[in-house]
């Protein structure tokens, strides 16, 4: 006779909060309309300077000041969306606003506004308005995930989803631009370009949010936003945020781990940096996107793996183990870039392949991590939850978005600084700029050389966190007699 499978809340004791798994992949839809914006916003220094006539040294500090303006508005806001309770929920309602602030500000920035006859008073106006659209939009689609389940198996397949569309829709934008767009416009970036992208981002950005409003809404109800019935107990105040960082050592290990990828990933983000490994340093722009799109099968592969493994092993342990192979897999890449700095590779089928391997075997590690990270933001929720018996996944998330984009948003200074020092002051490094010494060297150092830093940063900080698989079913456990208590 064939044994059941135990369940979770079987094997720990615990009654979790489940899903219906076919339901996770259409609500988590979000995170592919937040990924639209954040694909586009990555050719703001096209922007600004082909269409607003601004320096690329300037436009790295002007990205950097916004940045930390979107650290300022994400704990006033995410605490806001705590805050909010109305009947029709407060998920929908935050998304909605944010992306309607999004598409106009995007539509001024590249294209209405995109025409060089205006001020950079004008620019940088519309892009602090983009930001706080972001903010509404990314800190209210945070919310779901903790909300959706808290079972150790199902809450890393959520972050998996969610995960997947950022990644995929990145990739898929980025493809569109270098396939499509660049040929059409003869390889150069122009402000015609950028419209056409801006109005495709809209329209893409726009049915993955209609389809996730219509599927979240089985979740975004009052009740589910309430540890306890005590309404002064359970109000959320300012006070709340600096208890949380003074005390809060999931938190604190937590920001460290999680800001120190995200700068590095801020840096490589940046469409001038790929322009300079893959137009200048490889010598084929277009590889990028065959990279793109062949890197889709390891990222799917890899997330999978990823979910599994964050719910056997528990988000620690995942973050600790992904982010070592990580190290290795950038050490070996930096090494091929050096190693080759005086050979066309394009030229080369052998190493193209090498490249091409390497790259999407990236690809592939780097969605491990985000993973495993994701999964540990909804244990550092419950974690707090279980300390304070007050749920606060917008103010939790906004205060490490706060420091996150603060220490985030040195990462377009880096970029810029980085490549004017190599003689990119005035003007934005275009594919068929001849290959340098000095850039190959500034290339492998931002592409590689600054995700190793942070991924040691992730490690020196999972030695002194709290969270683990064991201490989360504990947290689980303590969340519930707690309900109980105060019911």
């Given at each position: 006779?064939?044994?059941?499978?135990?369940?979770?809340?079987?094997?720990?004791?615990?009654?979790?909060?489940?899903t219906k798994s076919w339901l996770i992949p259409f609500i988590m839809m979000a995170g592919g309309c937040s990924a639209c914006f954040s694909t586009i916003i990555g050719y703001i220094s096209y922007a600004a300077n082909l269409g607003f006539g601004i320096s690329i040294v300037l436009i790295g500090f002007f990205i950097t000041f916004a940045r930390i303006f979107d650290g300022i508005t994400d704990p006033l806001i995410s605490m806001l969306i705590d805050r909010t309770n109305t009947r029709f929920g407060k998920i929908r309602i935050f998304m909605v606003i944010g992306w309607l602030i999004q598409i106009i500000s995007i539509k001024c920035l590249f294209d209405w506004f995109n025409d060089g006859t205006h001020s950079i008073i004008i620019f940088l106006i519309l892009y602090l308005i983009y930001y706080i659209g972001y903010t509404c939009l990314n800190m209210s689609s945070q919310l779901i995930g903790p909300v959706l389940t808290n079972d150790p198996k199902q809450r890393p397949i959520v972050n998996v989803w969610s995960i997947f569309y950022a990644y995929v829709i990145s990739i898929v934008l980025s493809i569109g631009v270098t396939i499509v767009l660049l040929p059409k416009y003869e390889y150069t970036y122009t402000p015609e370009l950028l419209a056409t992208l801006a109005n495709f981002t809209i329209i893409v950005s726009g049915i993955f949010l209609f389809i996730s409003l219509i599927a979240v809404t089985s979740i975004d109800k009052p009740e589910n936003f309430i540890v306890t019935s005590d309404e002064k107990k359970s109000a959320i105040k300012f006070k709340d945020m600096w208890d949380m960082l003074k005390s809060n050592r999931a938190l604190q290990c937590f920001i460290l781990a999680a800001t120190s990828d995200k700068l590095a990933t801020q840096v490589t983000a940046q469409s001038i940096i790929s322009t300079i490994l893959y137009g200048i340093i490889i010598g084929n722009m277009a590889l990028s996107a065959i990279i793109n799109i062949v890197g889709i099968v390891p990222i799917l592969i890899f997330?999978?793996?990823?979910?599994?493994?964050?719910?056997?092993?528990?988000?620690?342990?995942?973050?600790?183990?992904?982010?070592?192979?990580?190290?290795?897999?950038?050490?070996?890449?930096?090494?091929?870039?050096?190693?080759?700095?005086?050979?066309?590779?394009?030229?080369?089928?052998?190493?193209?392949?090498?490249?091409v391997v390497l790259s999407m075997l990236a690809n592939g590690l780097r969605i491990t991590l985000s993973i495993a990270s994701s999964s540990m933001m909804s244990d550092t929720i419950d974690y707090?939850?279980?300390?304070?018996?007050?749920?606060?996944?917008?103010?939790?998330?906004?205060?490490?978005?706060?420091?996150?984009?603060?220490?985030?948003?040195?990462?377009?200074?880096?970029?810029?600084?980085?490549?004017?020092?190599?003689?990119?002051?005035d003007t934005v490094p275009q594919p068929?700029?001849?290959?340098?010494?000095?850039?190959?060297?500034?290339?492998?150092?931002?592409?590689?050389?600054?995700?190793?830093?942070?991924?040691?940063?992730?490690?020196?900080?999972?030695?002194?966190?709290?969270?683990?698989?064991?201490?989360?079913?504990?947290?689980?456990?303590?969340?519930?007699?707690?309900?109980?208590?105060?019911?």
């Amino acid at each position: 006779m064939e044994t059941k499978k135990l369940t979770s809340s079987q094997v720990d004791g615990v009654q979790y909060r489940t899903t219906k798994s076919w339901l996770i992949p259409f609500i988590m839809m979000a995170g592919g309309c937040s990924a639209c914006f954040s694909t586009i916003i990555g050719y703001i220094s096209y922007a600004a300077n082909l269409g607003f006539g601004i320096s690329i040294v300037l436009i790295g500090f002007f990205i950097t000041f916004a940045r930390i303006f979107d650290g300022i508005t994400d704990p006033l806001i995410s605490m806001l969306i705590d805050r909010t309770n109305t009947r029709f929920g407060k998920i929908r309602i935050f998304m909605v606003i944010g992306w309607l602030i999004q598409i106009i500000s995007i539509k001024c920035l590249f294209d209405w506004f995109n025409d060089g006859t205006h001020s950079i008073i004008i620019f940088l106006i519309l892009y602090l308005i983009y930001y706080i659209g972001y903010t509404c939009l990314n800190m209210s689609s945070q919310l779901i995930g903790p909300v959706l389940t808290n079972d150790p198996k199902q809450r890393p397949i959520v972050n998996v989803w969610s995960i997947f569309y950022a990644y995929v829709i990145s990739i898929v934008l980025s493809i569109g631009v270098t396939i499509v767009l660049l040929p059409k416009y003869e390889y150069t970036y122009t402000p015609e370009l950028l419209a056409t992208l801006a109005n495709f981002t809209i329209i893409v950005s726009g049915i993955f949010l209609f389809i996730s409003l219509i599927a979240v809404t089985s979740i975004d109800k009052p009740e589910n936003f309430i540890v306890t019935s005590d309404e002064k107990k359970s109000a959320i105040k300012f006070k709340d945020m600096w208890d949380m960082l003074k005390s809060n050592r999931a938190l604190q290990c937590f920001i460290l781990a999680a800001t120190s990828d995200k700068l590095a990933t801020q840096v490589t983000a940046q469409s001038i940096i790929s322009t300079i490994l893959y137009g200048i340093i490889i010598g084929n722009m277009a590889l990028s996107a065959i990279i793109n799109i062949v890197g889709i099968v390891p990222i799917l592969i890899f997330s999978m793996i990823a979910g599994k493994y964050v719910g056997k092993h528990g988000s620690k342990e995942s973050i600790i183990f992904w982010s070592r192979i990580n190290i290795g897999l950038s050490v070996l890449s930096m090494l091929f870039i050096l190693v080759t700095a005086g050979t066309n590779v394009s030229k080369s089928l052998p190493l193209v392949i090498v490249f091409v391997v390497l790259s999407m075997l990236a690809n592939g590690l780097r969605i491990t991590l985000s993973i495993a990270s994701s999964s540990m933001m909804s244990d550092t929720i419950d974690y707090e939850s279980a300390k304070s018996q007050k749920f606060m996944p917008g103010t939790i998330a906004g205060v490490y978005s706060f420091i996150d984009k603060l220490v985030s948003s040195l990462g377009a200074v880096i970029a810029s600084v980085s490549i004017a020092l190599i003689g990119y002051k005035d003007t934005v490094p275009q594919p068929a700029d001849p290959k340098t010494m000095p850039i190959v060297v500034i290339g492998a150092f931002l592409f590689y050389g600054i995700p190793i830093m942070g991924w040691i940063c992730s490690l020196i900080a999972m030695k002194f966190t709290p969270i683990s698989k064991e201490g989360m079913i504990e947290v689980q456990k303590t969340i519930v007699h707690n309900k109980e208590n105060n019911s």
